[in-house]
């Protein structure tokens, strides 16, 4: 197989001569948030990160989406932050696509490239910055820490995308698989961050149905979702943003494999009101 393609976002601004039309959705059950409205227009800032812009792509919304925060993150040369988290209760996953950024993880120093991968649990000491040069863009996917009693907290993950064997779906020769950065087994985790892959021609054959909130990005190729009752053609750089039980399928469409960064909140009891 080639090596893995991470899309980065890069901004901008439209021009006037281009038409208002886009590919933009906000539903009650699913939001498709294409790669053509990240632009400079709609960039935010972090307190106490330098050098630093980013999107944010997805928050808990009342009636939507509960539980997780996505940004989009450009660090610039020497930018970056000492204190980059501002709730102590709050666990992050970093995923690179551009660049580089070093991360110091309760003392300990690891450098992410693209494909690099990060489990930062909460309450963690940590800081990130960007000492390589160029500009570093990543992904920060933050989530409230669901303590169970008896359960220790998760230990940290450093990981790389290209390192790790994607794991190939039951019953289909290997073209949907799973790329893994925690174990399924281990009960700690409230949340996992995988990259699916399905190569051209790929399926997702049924509409998944089910309790777990899913915050997809495109990071490479193209395909035809299911969402809902809609058909949604997406591609590198797209994001969606599924509600709990939205029906979901896909089929794979290109020259190159359709991959993306999933999110998704796992073994936790439902919380009853």
């Known amino acids: 197989m080639s090596e893995p393609t ?13 038409l208002l039309t886009g ?3 906000f539903t ?71 660049g580089a950024v070093t991360l110091v993880l309760e003392g300990a120093s690891h450098v992410l490239e693209a494909g690099g991968f990060a489990f930062i649990p909460a309450g963690a000491t940590w800081s990130l910055h960007n000492h390589a040069g160029p500009e570093a863009r990543f992904h920060w996917i933050r989530k409230r820490y669901q ?46 961050i995988t990259v699916v892959t399905l190569q051209p021609g790929a399926s997702i054959p049924f509409a998944e149905t089910h309790v ?15 969402l809902n009752q809609d058909w949604v053609e997406v591609e590198a750089g797209d994001y969606m943003w599924l509600r709990a039980f939205c029906p979901q399928a896909c089929y794979a469409g290109g020259p190159e494999p359709f991959r993306y960064l999933l999110y998704k909140d796992v073994n936790r009891h439902a919380t009853l009101l």
Not at 164 to 174: L, N, R, S, T
């Open 6 to 18: 991470y899309y980065s976002p890069r901004g901008g601004h439209p021009r006037q001569d281009q």
């Open 23 to 25: 590919r933009a959705v």
């Open 28 to 98: 009650e059950a699913y939001a498709v948030i294409p790669r053509g409205t990240v632009q400079d227009i709609t960039t935010s800032r972090l307190p106490h990160w330098e050098g630093t812009r980013l999107w944010i792509i997805a928050r808990p919304m009342s009636g939507f989406s509960e539980t997780f925060s996505h940004y989009l993150m450009v660090v610039g040369p020497g930018g970056g932050s000492d204190r980059p988290e501002p709730e102590a209760g709050a666990e992050s996953a970093l995923f690179v696509t551009e």
């Open 147 to 192: 303590v169970v009693e008896g359960l220790g907290l998760p230990d940290p993950i450093i990981a790389n995308d290209r390192e790790i064997a994607p794991d190939p779906m039951p019953d289909c020769d290997g073209r949907w698989a799973t790329t893994r950065f925690m174990s399924p087994d281990d009960l700690r985790h409230d949340m996992h």
């Open 212 to 226: 777990m909130e899913h915050g997809l990005y495109v990071l490479q190729g193209r395909g035809v979702y299911r």
